[in-house]
Each structure stands twice: as C-alpha cells, then as structure tokens.
C-alpha cells in the first residue's frame, strides 16, 4: 500500500513561509489526485488544496486562494504545499491525502492519509 510521509512543519512567526512535502512511497492509481488538509484542535479537518497529477491542475478552498500553493514534483513522488504570509489562524496539523473517490473537498473521499506535520505560527 502507498505510504504518505510528510514533513517541513514547524514553528514560525506570522508574515512567515512556509513549504510543507509530502512523499509517497510509490505512484500508482491512488496518487492520480494527492492533496491537503489541516485540523485545528477541537475542529473537523478541513480541505484545503488538491492537485490532479496527470495535468498538474490545482483546486483551493476560497480561503487559501492567494497564499497557499500546491505543486508536485514528478520525479520525486512528492506534493508540497507552499504557504505565505502566515497567520496565527493558520496553526493546525497539516495532513497529506491521496486516492480520492469523490469530491475533492471531503474527508471522507480519501483512503489515504499521512500522519500529519503541525504547523505553529506565533504572532
């Protein structure tokens, strides 16, 4: 089975950037769209950002159009999520998903997830 591996979280100020990666072990069918979500405590993981890998097309949440960036690297197996201009509200743990069956923006679409990087952003 495809193993998620992410990593780059970590504390930073606010108006920081930040680059989070996310390695699969291998390509398969299950990596055709790959993506990130976060959870803050005490909240439900919400969908971020997704990229189709086939055509590189990239899909956001309204909120993170502008700052956050999600990019693959082929030769790598690897998706990043690039994230400028953080905020504090940006805190969370930062999850890599793949193997999506159904809509891009639901948890429960995909079966594979990482253990997830925190993300802590001091004001």
């Known amino acids: 089975q495809v193993q998620l591996v992410e990593s780059g979280g970590g504390l930073v100020q606010a108006g920081d950037s930040l680059r989070l990666s996310c390695a699969a072990s291998q390509r398969t069918f299950s990596t055709n769209v790959m993506g990130w979500f976060r959870q803050v405590p005490g909240k439900e993981r919400e969908f971020v950002a997704a990229?189709?890998?086939?055509?590189?097309?990239?899909h956001y949440t309204d909120s993170a159009e502008g700052r956050f960036t999600i990019s693959r690297d082929n030769a790598k197996n690897t998706v990043y999520l690039q994230i400028d201009s953080l905020k504090p509200e940006d805190t969370a743990v930062y999850y890599c998903?793949?193997?999506?069956?159904?809509?891009?923006?639901?948890?429960?679409?995909?079966?594979?997830w990482g253990q997830g990087t925190q993300v802590t952003v001091s004001s």
């Open positions: 998903v793949a193997d999506v069956r159904g809509s891009f923006y639901h948890t429960g679409s995909y079966k594979l």
């Open positions: 990229i189709n890998w086939s055509d590189g097309y990239e």
